[in-house]
């Protein structure tokens, strides 16, 4: 079964920091360029990231440049997304996904608050 699994979230403070993980199973990762999405309440779903399959370009929307960092692990099937310096409005579901657009996971929750 081909899918993507999405892990790392939680609640934290202002100012800190969480990893999340998007492994993928039934399938590999390395051909694909890799994105992750979030959705906050209320909202549509916006990207956040993305990283290419190939020679690893990586794409970040304006309001995470400088505080999330995507990445790539080919041999665990696995893509990152390092987030530091998060802010309350950083709080939604992170999906991630093929590009283009494959089965979407069940996503994680990351909570920012006080």
């Known amino acids: 079964q081909v899918h993507l699994v999405e892990s790392g979230g939680g609640l934290v403070q202002p100012g800190g920091s969480l990893r999340l993980s998007c492994q993928a199973s039934?399938?590999?990762?390395?051909?694909?360029?890799i994105g992750w999405l979030r959705q906050a309440p209320g909202k549509e779903r916006e990207a956040v990231s993305c990283i290419d399959s190939g020679d690893g370009e990586v794409y970040y929307v304006d309001s995470v440049k400088g505080r999330f960092t995507i990445s790539r692990d080919n041999a665990a099937n696995t893509v990152y997304l390092q987030m530091n310096s998060l802010k309350a409005e950083d709080t939604a579901v992170y999906y991630c996904?093929?590009?283009?657009?494959?089965?979407w996971g069940a996503g994680t929750q990351v909570t920012v608050s006080s």
């Open positions: 996904n093929t590009i283009p657009l494959g089965p």
């Open positions: 039934g399938f590999s990762l390395a051909p694909y360029a």
